[in-house]
C-alpha cells in the first residue's frame, strides 16, 4: 500500500495510532475566521479513504470553506485564519516542517468554475509536473500528460490537439482538463469544489462517471450542491449547516434516515 | 463692441425669461399648463440666443473679412495678395486707426486708416442693430409660440440635449482640429521639401539662410538623426521604466498587505504628479553633471547633454504609468487561474511567472506601448537635458535630439513666417502625432480585448 | 495501462535530498522575486526622495536675502539742489550715489577705482529704490541721517548663504608674526603651520597637470584620426582621384592642433615639476585655492607659501604688528579658486568685515512673491507667473468644466449606441494620450495663425489647456455619473420626472464630488504643463503681471523653465524656489482631491 503522505520528514509516524482503517483525513476542532466573522464552528470529521465524501449543505453553510481548510487554500485569503487541528495520514498539516508545496501536490483541487490556464493542453496538465520538477525528461512529461488525460478520460477527445489552448475546450472538457491537470502531480486526495455546478447535465454525467473511477486510487472530497449528486456518486456524507457540521455518515444513511431534524429537512427540501 | 453686443444680449435674454414666464403664469390662471412657466421662459430665451449669436458667430468674421479688404484696396491693391505683406500692413492701418501708429503714417496709409476706421464703425453699427431686431423678433416668436397645451420642457429639452452633444463633440472638433493643422502645414513642407528627403535624409540642420545667395540656404530636413535620437532615449527610458514599473506593479498586485499599498501607491501618484518641467530641471541640473563627471573618472567622454541623463529621468516620469497600468492588467486576470495554479502546490512567484504574466501579456506590452508613445511624445525633459544638434549615433553618452526639442526649438521665439523651417516642425509634429496615435490606438484596443476576454 | 508511470514517478517525488533541494530552490527563487518587487518599488521611492531633496536643498535658500543695514546721509545737495522738497523732484534725484558714499564710508582704504566700482557691485542695482520711495513719501527725511536696508547682490547673497564656495577655517598653532600692517607683508609663523596648504596646493597642480594631459591626449586622438584621412587622401592622389579642398584644411589643422599639444604638454611638465619639488615655495594665483590669513584683526591674503613663512598683500589692516599666539589667529581657504569665484579675495575681506560689524542681515524674500520677472536675479519674483497662471488656469477651468460635465452625461446617460457615439469615445480616448507638444501646435496653427487670437495671451493657453484636460475630466466625470445607482434614477422617473429633471436634479448632484475630484486632478494637471504653452509664445520675458485673459503672460512652468536657462547661479536658487513654489500648489490640490474623495466616497 503506498497510502502513505511521501513528505520530507521520515519522522512521519508511518502508522500513527489515531489512524483507524483507512482513514485518510482526520480534522478536529476547525474553527475559520474571516476577518471578524466566524465561518466554521468546532468542526470534527474523519473521512475515510479510496472513496468518495460528499460535503452537503445550504449555501454559505461552510462546507467550500471546509474544503479549502484540506489544502490549506485558505493561506491565500489574507483575512481569513483557521484553528484546530487537521491530519492527512496522520500528520498535521499545519506543522511548520510541512511545506504548504508538498500538501497541495498531495491534496489536488478542482474548482466550480473550470479554470484551465490560457496555454495549450498539453502545457495545462504539464504544469505540475514542470513546476515540481517531477519529469526528468520529455518522454517522462509525455508519459504523464498522456496518462493524466487518460485517467480523466479526455485523452480520445484530444489527442490530436494537445497544442491548442486548453481555454478553447467546451466546459466539461475543461472541468475534466482541469482533473487532469490536478492528476498529474499524482495526489492521493482529490478535493472538488461543486465541480458541475458550471455544467450541462451530459457533462455531469460524465465527470460523475470519472469520480466514480478515480476513487479506485484516489480519496476524493466533493462539495456539491445537489442532493441527488451526492447521493449518486458519494459513500460518505457531511452535512454542514451555518457552519456547523451537523451529521455525518454512509451516504445511504445520511438519506434515508438522518438523525438532525435539520438534515432531514434540508434532504426533504424544507430549506435550502 | 463685443462687450455692448453681449450686454445686450444678456438683457435681451433677461427680458425673453422673465416675459415668457409671466405669460405662462397668466395662462396658468385659467387652464392647466403642459410645462411649469420656467420652461416657458427658458424657450424663449432660446428663440432669443440662437438667432442672435449665430448672427455674432457669422457676421463678425465677414464684417472683419470685408473692413479689411477694403481698407487694404484702398492703400495697395497688390497687398492683398501677399500674405506676407497684407499682415504687416494691416497691423500698421489698425495701429493707425486706434491711434496707436508710432512714426509719420504715409498718405496712403492714412488713407486706408480713413477706410478702416469708417467701415470698422459701420459694421459694427450694422450688427448691434442687427441683434437687436433679431433677439427682438426671437422673443415675439417665442411668445406667440406659448400656450397652455404648448410643450415648451420638451423644447427646451430637445435644446440641452443638442448642446450637450455638442459638447461631446468638442473632442472629435480637437482631433478633426490637430490633424487639419498638422496636415495642412505639412502640405505646404512637401511643396518645398521631398517627403523622401525628409524621411530618409540622415541630415538634419533646419537653418535656413535669411537671404537666398547666402550659403547652405536650403537647410536640410532628414529626420532619421531624430528618429535615432528619439527612439535612444525612449529605450533607455523603458529600459528602466518596464522592469522597475512591472516588477513595482507585480508586487503592488500580488505581494503588498493592505498597508503598504496604502503607503506606496502615493508614493507612485506623487512621483506621477510632478511636472515634467521640474524632472527636466532635475535631469539637466543634477543627474547630466553626475554621470558626467562619473564618466569622467571612469575615463569616458560623457557629453554634458547626454542622451543617458534624459533617458533615466525619463524612465523614472514613466515607471507610474506602467506600474498602474500593469497593476488595473494584473488585478483583471481572475483569481481562479491564480486558485488552480495554487491548487497544484505551484509557489507565488512560480505562479505570477507561469500563469499570472502569461495570462496578462497582451495586456502588459499594451501598458509598455501606452508609456513608450508618452516617452515619445514628451517634451519638456529632453528640451531641458537632451541637445540641439542631430546626431545620428546610438551612443548614450552622446549629445541627440528629438522630434519634440526640435519642434520646440524651431517654434518658440520669432519664426520666419511660411519658410521651410517654420513648416516642418508641423510635418515633425505630424510624424509625431501619427506615431503616437497608431500605438495608442493598437493599445488600447489590445487592452480592450483583454478586458472583454476576462470579464 | 499508463497507470503505471505515475507511481514511479510519485516514489521519487519528495523524500530524496533531490527534491528537498530542489524546494529549497524553488523558496529562495520566491524570496528573490519577492525582493525585486521590492527593490523596484524602493528604488522609485528612492528617486522621488532624491528629486524632491535635491530641489529643496537648491530652493530654500532662495527664499531669504541678505541685506546690508547702512547709516545713510540723504544729502540735500544730491537729491534737491533746488531746495523745492518737491516729490517729483525728488524722484530724479540720485540715490544710488548716496548709497555708494555710505558703503564707501565704510572702506576709506579703497580709493583706486577699479576698487571703488566692485565695491560698488557688492549692492544690487536697486538698492536705493527702498530710499527711494522713503524720502519721495516724507520729504522731510531729506538731510536727515537714516538707517537703511540696503539689498545685496546676487553674487554677495550667495557669498553669505555660503553657496558657490566651500570655506574652512583652521587655527593655526605656532606663533605668528607679521611684519607690516598694511601693503605687502611677510608672515612668519614658528612651527610649520603652513606645509599642510602648501600640500594641498601641489596636490591641487597635480591634477591639473593629469587634466591637461588627458586633454593633449584627447588631442592626440583627434589629430591620428585627421592623419588617417590625410594618408588616405594621399593614396587617393596617388591613384589620381581629386581630393578637392579638403586636403589643405586637413593639413593646417592637424599642425595647429600639434602645436596646442606641444603647449599643453608643456604646462603639464611645468606643474608636474612644481609638485615633484616637495616642500618648495609656491606662487599662489587665481588658478589654486585661495588661502587668507586672519590675524590681529585684518585679513592677509597669501601670494607665496612656504612651509613657514608667508608673503601676501593685506586685504584689511592689522591692528599691529604684534605677535599671534597659537589659536589666536587662523588660515581661511577658499575651496574654490578665485577665477572660478564670482566673489574675489578682495570683496571677501570687505564683505568678512561688513559682517563682523553685524550690518549684514537675513530676512525673507518677498520681494520673490511680489515682483515680477527680472535680469538681476536678487530682483526677480514670481508675481507675474502666479498671475498668469491663474488667469491660465481660470480660463481652463470655465471653458472645460462645464463641457466636460455635458459631454460626460451625454455619453453617459443620451448617448444611442451607434458608430458616432462609438467613434467619440474612441476620440476621447486616443485625446488623452495624444502628446502635449502637439495640442501646442494646435494652438498655434489655429487659435493663433487662423483665429488671429494674441500671442502669449492667458486666453489661449487657457483654450490650449482646456483641450489638453478635458479627457481627463470627461473620463472621471462619466466614472462619477456611473458610480451612482440607476435606482435614484428610477426613482426620480418613478415620480414623473422627465429623463434631464432625474439626471439634473439627482444623479448629478450625486455624482459632483467625483467630478470635482476629477477637476482638481486636470487643473493640477494643467497647472504643471508647459510644453503646448512654449508653442503659443507664453514665453516673453514679462515683467509685469498680467491685467487681463488677453495680455501677454507667462505661468509659473514656463517660468521655471526659462530660469532654468540662465546662466546666473542665483537664478538656479531661484528656479528651484519657483519649483518648490509649484509642488506646493500641486499637493494642495491633489490633497484636496483626495480628501473629497474620501470625504464623499459613498458606498451604495
Known sequence: MNTMLKMDSPAAPAEAPTLGNGIKVVARDVNVYYGEKRALFDVSLDIPERSVTALIGPSGCGKSTFLRCLNRMNDTIPIARVTGRIEIDGRDIHDPDLDVVQLRANVGMVFQKPNPFPKSIYENVAYGPRIHGFANSKADLDGVVESSLRRAGLFEEVKDRLADSGTGLSGGQQQRLCIARAIAVSPEIILMDEPCSALDPIATAKIEELMDELRQNYTIIIVTHSMQQAARVSQQTAFFHLGILVEDGPTQEIFTNPTDKRTQDYITGRFG | MGVVYFTGLALLVLIGFFFGRARALAVGHTENLHSRPGYHGGFVVISVLLPVLALFALGVPFAQYVTENQALQAYDPAALDDAFKRSAVLRDIIALANGQFSGQPTEALRRAADTYASLHAWTSYLLLTGGLVFGLLGIAYGLRKLSARFRARNSVERFVKGLLFAAACVAVLTTIGIVASVLLETIRFFERVSPIDFLFGLHWSPQTAIRADQEGSSGSFGIVPLVTGTLLITFIAMFIAGPIGLFAAIYMAEYATPRFRAFAKPLLEILAGIPTVVLGFFAALTLAPLIRSLGETLGLNVASESALAAGIVMGMMIIPFVSSLSDDIINAVPQSLRDGSYGMGATKSETIKKVVLPAAFGGIVSALMLAMSRAVGETMIVVMAAGLAGNLTFNPFEAVTTFTVQIKTILVGDQEFDSAKTLSAFALGFVLFFFTLTLNVIALQVVKRYREQYD | ?604
Open chain 3, 1 to 604: 495501462m499508463t497507470d503505471a508511470v505515475l507511481p514511479e514517478l510519485r516514489a521519487s517525488s519528495f523524500a530524496s535530498d533531490d527534491a528537498k533541494a530542489r524546494i529549497r530552490a524553488r523558496y529562495r527563487s520566491e524570496t528573490r522575486f519577492r525582493f525585486y518587487g521590492l527593490l523596484a518599488i524602493g528604488l522609485t521611492a528612492m528617486f522621488l526622495v532624491v528629486v524632491l531633496a535635491d530641489i529643496l536643498i537648491r530652493g530654500l535658500p532662495a527664499f531669504t536675502q541678505h541685506w546690508l543695514r547702512l547709516e545713510v546721509t540723504v544729502n540735500a545737495a544730491e537729491i534737491d539742489p533746488k531746495g523745492t522738497r518737491d516729490p517729483a523732484e525728488i524722484r530724479q534725484g540720485d540715490f544710488q550715489l548716496l548709497i555708494r558714499d555710505a558703503l564707501r564710508a565704510q572702506f576709506p582704504e579703497v580709493t583706486d577705482r577699479r576698487g571703488r566700482r566692485s565695491l560698488d557691485g557688492i549692492l544690487s542695482s536697486a538698492a536705493a529704490d527702498g530710499l527711494r520711495k522713503r524720502v519721495v513719501a516724507d520729504p522731510s527725511l531729506v538731510g536727515q541721517t537714516l538707517d537703511v536696508p540696503l539689498l545685496l547682490s546676487d553674487d554677495i547673497d550667495l557669498y553669505f548663504k555660503g553657496i558657490g564656495t566651500r570655506i574652512e577655517r583652521h587655527p593655526g598653532r605656532g606663533i605668528l608674526t607679521s611684519n607690516g600692517t598694511t601693503g605687502d607683508v611677510v608672515l612668519h609663523s614658528s612651527s610649520n603651520d603652513f606645509a599642510p596648504y602648501l600640500d594641498a596646493i601641489k596636490r591641487a597642480l597635480s591634477v591639473r597637470a593629469r587634466d591637461i594631459r588627458r586633454e593633449a591626449d584627447r588631442l592626440r586622438a583627434i589629430v591620428s584620426k585627421l592623419e588617417a584621412r590625410k594618408a588616405e587622401l594621399d593614396r587617393a592622389s596617388k591613384i589620381g582621384t581629386l581630393s578637392g579642398g579638403e586636403y589643405p584644411a586637413l593639413v593646417s589643422d592637424i599642425e595647429s592642433l600639434g602645436q596646442n599639444i606641444k603647449t599643453l604638454d608643456a604646462d603639464a611638465a611645468a606643474l608636474q615639476a612644481r609638485f615633484d619639488a616637495v616642500g618648495s615655495d609656491e606662487k599662489l594665483d587665481e588658478t589654486v585655492p585661495s588661502q587668507l590669513v586672519a590675524i590681529n584683526g585684518g585679513l592677509v591674503k597669501i601670494t607665496q607659501l612656504g612651509n613657514s613663512t608667508a608673503t601676501g598683500t593685506v586685504l584689511l589692516p592689522l591692528q599691529s604688528t604684534a605677535d599671534a599666539a597659537g589659536g589666536t589667529w587662523q588660515v581661511v581657504s577658499y575651496l574654490t579658486p578665485e577665477a572660478g569665484r564670482r566673489v574675489n579675495d578682495r570683496e571677501v575681506g570687505w564683505l568678512e568685515r561688513l559682517k563682523e560689524k553685524g550690518l549684514v542681515e537675513r530676512a525673507f524674500n518677498w520681494a520673490f512673491f511680489t515682483s515680477g520677472d527680472s535680469r538681476e536675479p536678487e530682483l526677480a519674483g514670481i508675481r507675474g507667473a502666479l498671475v498668469g497662471s491663474a488667469l491660465t488656469l481660470l480660463v481652463t477651468l470655465v471653458l472645460c468644466l462645464p463641457i466636460g460635465i455635458a459631454a460626460a452625461i451625454y455619453l453617459e446617460e443620451f448617448a444611442p449606441k451607434n458608430r458616432l457615439t462609438e467613434l467619440i469615445e474612441v476620440n476621447i480616448n486616443n485625446l488623452a494620450a495624444v502628446p502635449s507638444i502637439v495640442f501646442g501646435l494646435l494652438g498655434l496653427a489655429v487659435f493663433l495663425n487662423f483665429m488671429g487670437l494674441p500671442r502669449s495671451a492667458p486666453l489661449v493657453g487657457g483654450l490650449v489647456l482646456a483641450l489638453l484636460v478635458l479627457p481627463t475630466i470627461i473620463i472621471a466625470s462619466r466614472a462619477a455619473l456611473k458610480a451612482v445607482p440607476p435606482s435614484i434614477k428610477e426613482a426620480a422617473l418613478g415620480v414623473g420626472a422627465s429623463h434631464q429633471q432625474a439626471i439634473f436634479h439627482h444623479v448629478l448632484p450625486l455624482a459632483m464630488p467625483g467630478v470635482m475630484t476629477g477637476t482638481i486632478i486636470g487643473m493640477a494637471h494643467a497647472l504643471g504643463e508647459t510644453a503646448p504653452l512654449l508653442m503659443i509664445g507664453m514665453v516673453a520675458f514679462i515683467v509685469e503681471p498680467a491685467s487681463g485673459i488677453t495680455d501677454a503672460a507667462t505661468v509659473l512652468p514656463v517660468q521655471i523653465y526659462l530660469w532654468s536657462d540662465l546662466p546666473e547661479i542665483a537664478f538656479q536658487a531661484k528656479t528651484a524656489a519657483a519649483i518648490i513654489v509649484l509642488l506646493v500648489f500641486l499637493f494642495v490640490m491633489n490633497g484636496t482631491a483626495i480628501y473629497l474623495r474620501k470625504r464623499f466616497e459613498r458606498r451604495w
